[in-house]
């Protein structure tokens, strides 16, 4: 199957009707909140989605993404490849009471006013829940050794006397 531009937003009920599905690329470039958190500026996004109707009769689209994304070290501040891929499953929510029904594999995901989902800002957001909290490189592949963050010694706190030792001699009389 070709790749081809997914489409930029997908009516999740329609869709599952029909059991669309589609293997497609978003430009990275297209993923600007992505942009801002990574030094990646070009590239593509593999996206494959499903959408359906499980046994439940509820409707969803499940899918995977992943890209070839570019963070900063936080310990030697060098450019390190990052590989993002994700698994992810939605169903819309057309009441609010419906979250608590929903099973645990899926996702609520809210509709806008034309009842449709935007697709880029799932994957976005996907992408974006990926990323490491703190993004190092493999200490042996890292350009700034465990021997290097030495920052000097740390000077003992001040020894002060426990305010409340005065109580202890009380209760001890």
Do not use: W
Request: with cysteine; hydrophobic share 40%; charged share 30%.
């Amino acid at each position: 199957m070709r790749k081809v531009k997914l489409p930029l937003t997908l009516d999740p009920v329609k869709a599952a009707q029909r059991r669309d599905d589609y293997d497609g690329v978003v430009p990275v470039t297209e993923l600007t909140r992505l942009m801002e958190l990574t030094e990646t500026r070009q590239g593509e996004v593999d996206v494959q989605l499903h959408c359906g109707v499980d046994a439940q009769g509820l409707v969803f689209t499940s899918g995977k993404a992943a890209a070839e994304l570019e963070l900063v070290c936080q310990r030697c501040n060098g450019l390190m490849p990052f590989l993002a891929e994700v698994d992810f499953a939605y169903t819309p929510v057309f009441a609010k009471t419906e979250i608590e029904e929903l099973p645990e594999a899926y996702e609520p995901v809210d509709l806008d006013e034309n009842g449709e989902i935007d697709v880029r800002k799932l994957i976005e957001d996907e992408l974006i829940l990926a990323l490491p909290l703190v993004a190092m490189h493999a200490e042996d592949q890292c350009a700034v050794s465990s021997s290097d963050m030495s920052f000097g010694k740390i000077e003992p706190a001040d020894e002060r006397p426990n305010p409340f030792a005065v109580l202890e001699q009380l209760k001890k009389k």
